[in-house]
């Protein structure tokens, strides 16, 4: 089937014409189309070197560099770069500032990942089962905070957990009950957590609630009609069969979640309980922009984004194995 | 291709007064309403709304009534609020909207182009590096693009362009996710029998891809604008390192930096609510116009249609 149209069977500057069975004009054309897939993909390899691959590059030639300043750090001459090995990161892995940060995300990680995905395939599936009404209406109101970037969703969020506005201590005061300060050192963890579940939980659950679409009926109506119950089909079926989505999801989150920044820098002006090192990713910026120290921010990014990526892992091997599954068919 | 009905709030019955707990839902008991699961969802709406609400009441009010009155009361001073809020530093704020439709519009425009073009010709060519260029690609995928934004800066810096809308324009272009969205799309909606034809009747490469594969991909590329657009009016850190020239922040930078002066100057609050509320509109109404493009099965990597 795809042999029609992969016109490139043979490896580039193999003249083509060599083919006995290609007539002679096909195969003139077919020699000037091998470069026509290079010509579509030179755009976005070109814009992947210079903004992805060279960045990525550079921070790892600056991770293993250091400053040296000579004398007393005055004059052109003064300030040397010189090559440091892996001190930026022993410096990094020895720092009780990133060692924190990196402690506070999973953490954070371990309360909003676990939470949005169980929020996020419970809707799916009340989404899914025909016994829901207003589903319709609750589907697109769940989505709606997709639309809100996460600085708005934070600063509404964030004004109401500010004492002075939030209607929740109006209610508290009404009720004659202690309102809690939600911003405090100790809660304020979960006060970012439940920003980035308002903003999420609805896109994981329309992406979970495809995966159900796509499920063809009768997998299931026969379980029903023999009596199981619907959180029995959920369990036995539908949650099995959309696995993929959930892994993904899942990884998404993960990947999400090791990135926080916009949230807890929204926050910082409206509490004292987020320091400018609260999330390993604030830290690179305070390291890069306040202290100009770009080789320890870069050690630290790139920390991060080997972490990132050892998670991820399970994700390429899932989405690799689907891909190429599709292509065959 | 789905078979499952949607259960569209269509055949509601919710007039008739709460019954018990429809536990006994078994056989023949299929589409009876469950109350239990229409009230969950109905609960993660009113959490999804709560604060969008509260943000349309806040507006409402003006700065001192903000800290005194009751929260979901409204009042009357919207139009006061969006007028101090268009004149302040001589319409500052419409500027940072303008500038973010700039940026998440052409930047999503560019990057559906250039997505649309790479993931047609990963679908339908074989040719040397194929798989490499995917699997770099996918790798791609993971890797965060905030944690990109520094080097990025140091790199522009090295050519003059930070702090200019190509800083935050061009770093955004490239979004592999959106490659591999496009691929995948060209190849389930562009049947290879089509490009064989066109190409019987004598058509070059680049007209088949425009005018018969492109249209065929459509609502796959919309979906890939939609990623890239709702990404970039998101994205808040590379703006936030690439500018320092206020006039060129996106709303998410500038309502940032104004929240920043509000914790000095209170009255500057009741802006930031104004604010937030006018620049959820625009992506609101976006979203609920585009509704049906948000349909994208990750997990199987396909668009069902």
Known sequence: MTTTVDVDQTAPGRDPAAKPSAPAPRAARRHRLNFTPYAMLAPATILFLIFMAAPIVYTLILSLQKTEVQGLGLGSGARKTVFAGFSNYAAAFSDSDFLASAGRVGLYGLILVPAMLVLALVFALLLDSKRTRLAGFSRVVIFLPYAVPAVISSLLWGFLYLPSVSPFVDLTTALNLPSPDVLSQGSVIFAIANIALWGGVGFNMVVMYTALKAIPTDLYEAARLDGASEIRVALAIKIPIILPSLIMTAIFSLIATLQVFAEPTTLKPLTNSISSTYTPLMKVYRDAFIRNDVNSASATSIIIAVTIFALSFAFLRVVQRRAFQEENS | ?305
């Open chain 2, 1 to 305: 291709m789905s078979t499952v009905t949607k259960p569209l709030g269509s055949r509601g019955s919710m007039a008739r007064p709460q019954l018990a707990k429809n536990r006994s839902g078994r056989i023949g008991a299929n589409d009876k309403t469950s109350y239990t699961s229409t009230i969950i969802l109905l609960l993660g709406a009113l959490y999804c709304l709560l604060p969008l609400a509260w943000v349309l009441m806040a507006s409402t009010k003006s700065g001192g009534d903000l800290f005194t009155s009751n929260t979901f009361v409204p009042s009357r001073h919207l139009f006061d609020n969006i007028v101090e809020l268009t004149q302040y530093r001589g319409g500052l704020y419409w500027r940072w909207m303008l500038n973010t439709a700039l940026y998440a519009g052409v930047g999503a425009f560019l990057s559906a182009a250039v997505s649309a073009f790479a993931g047609f010709a990963l679908a339908k060519y074989s040719f040397k590096g194929k798989q490499a260029t995917f699997m770099v690609l996918l790798a791609g995928v993971l890797v965060p693009g905030v944690i990109l934004a520094i080097p990025q800066y140091f790199l522009l810096a090295q050519v003059g362009l930070t702090n200019t809308y190509w800083a935050v324009l061009l770093p955004q272009i490239i979004s592999p996710y959106g490659i591999y969205l496009a691929r995948i799309y060209a190849g389930a909606s562009v049947p290879n029998e089509i490009i064989e034809a066109g190409r019987t009747d004598g058509a070059s490469d680049l007209r088949i891809f425009l005018r018969l594969a492109v249209p065929m991909m459509a609502p796959g590329l919309v979906t890939v604008f939609l990623f890239q657009f709702v990404g970039i009016w998101n994205n808040f850190m590379l703006p936030y390192i690439m500018l320092g020239d206020d006039r060129l922040y996106p709303i998410t930078v500038g309502l940032n930096g104004l929240l920043n002066q509000g914790s000095t100057v209170p009255a500057l609050y009741s802006l930031v609510i104004t604010g937030a509320l006018l620049s959820i509109i625009p992506l609101v109404v976006l979203f609920l116009v585009l509704q049906r493009f948000w349909k994208v099965d990750l997990g199987a990597g396909a668009v069902k249609s």
